[in-house]
């Protein structure tokens, strides 16, 4: 039974359509939840109040703290800068691996601690020296309203927005979301819709849809993350297939992480993910024409650092989160062949290692 809607947390929205059966469908994802008076979409945080679908998590976060932008993970994108990172509550999908489960999956909005309107939020990361804003921990679709307006706040204080997401938009939402954003990690959770229905509660092609869109129809500087779940979605063959469409339908060009599962939410009994298993993948993406692979959730500096695709130069060496040689030129390029590295590089690395510090905003904020 869901709980009463309090009016007084609610934000309007227009990504939604009256049903002649008196209900009212949300359109700003593929679930097109159809919800009666009072009642809440599976994301939790979006719900029916007098016949429209309000957003109930606006201005209200589960946390802030500034990490290093290379946990994103955002490895061609202003490496070695701060980013401040953030989410609400809820998910609008159905993980049963999710990682951050205890937000995602938040049916407590008393687990929104901190208060934060979008000039608030663009004021202390200026404020902390940071160079972008990540919308993360849970999926900032279902909190587009708020994640937009942080975004316009950050831009007019020359601050970028990153969006950690997995995809699951409707096209016409998505196309005013990626407006406002300046690059995004989508997880490809995997390569079959077997497995985003049967483990996500979703469907495959919404995200290979906005895959292609942030690609092709944007400016966004766009990576992918794969979470690998033994005996799940870690088969060559499988690999293969992905990394395969990666390349002919995004390009050489898009990083690729591969990222170790460990047991967590309702995949407890499922084993963490081998090294090996990271660097097969690593190895099968390369070989399908990928110029830019990584793993992830494990200690491996060749897995983690950038080389020259044409000269096999390292271009970023990184141990973990700190960075270490530097091979690029002022303009992005290989310092010995000349090449350029796809991403977005300034002539200097940044130097915020691998230091993670929460943050209270109020404080932040004012300096």
Request: charged share 20%.
């Amino acid at each position: 039974m869901d709980s009463v809607i309090d009016p007084a947390t609610a934000y309007p929205t227009r990504y939604w359509h009256s049903l002649e059966d008196g209900r009212t469908e949300c359109q700003l994802c593929p679930r097109y939840c159809k919800l009666h008076e009072n009642q809440r979409g599976l994301c939790f945080v979006r719900g029916n109040l007098n016949g429209r679908i309000v957003l109930l998590s606006y201005g209200r976060s589960s946390g802030f703290c500034v990490d290093p932008i290379e946990k994103k993970p955002l490895n061609h994108f202003l490496p070695g800068t701060p980013i401040l990172s953030f989410g609400t509550a809820g998910c609008n999908l159905a993980c049963k691996f999710c990682q951050n489960w205890d937000i995602s999956k938040s049916r407590e909005m008393d687990a929104l601690l901190d208060q934060a309107k979008p000039e608030t939020i663009a004021a202390a990361a200026e404020s902390l020296g940071c160079r972008s804003v990540a919308y993360t921990y849970n999926d900032p679709v279902i909190f587009h309203e708020y994640a937009i307006d942080v975004a316009q706040a950050c831009r007019e204080r020359g601050i970028k927005s990153v969006a950690v997401s997995a995809g699951y938009q409707c096209a016409e939402p998505r196309a005013e979301f990626y407006r406002h954003m300046d690059a995004a990690n989508i997880d490809l959770k995997a390569f079959t819709e077997d497995f985003y229905h049967r483990l996500c509660g979703g469907h495959l092609q919404p995200v290979l849809d906005t895959l292609v869109y942030i690609r092709h129809r944007t400016q966004v500087w766009l990576e992918i993350t794969t979470l690998l779940i033994p005996g799940e979605n870690d088969s060559d063959a499988e690999l293969d297939r992905l990394s395969l469409w990666v390349n002919e339908h995004l390009g050489p060009d898009v990083p690729l992480h591969f990222s170790a599962f460990h047991p967590d939410w309702k995949m407890r009994d499922i084993p963490a993910t081998p090294p090996a298993t990271l660097l097969r993948a690593r190895a099968i993406a390369i070989a399908n024409g990928l110029r830019y692979v990584y793993v992830g959730n494990v200690h491996d500096k060749a897995g983690s650092s950038t080389y020259c695709h044409q000269c096999g130069q390292l271009l970023i060496g990184r141990d973990w989160y700190e960075l270490s040689d530097w091979g690029l030129d002022e303009r992005g390029h290989c310092r010995v062949c000349g090449t350029p590295c796809a991403g977005l590089f300034e002539p200097r690395p940044g130097s915020w290692g691998s230091r993670r510090l929460p943050v209270r905003l109020s404080r932040a904020a004012n300096g």
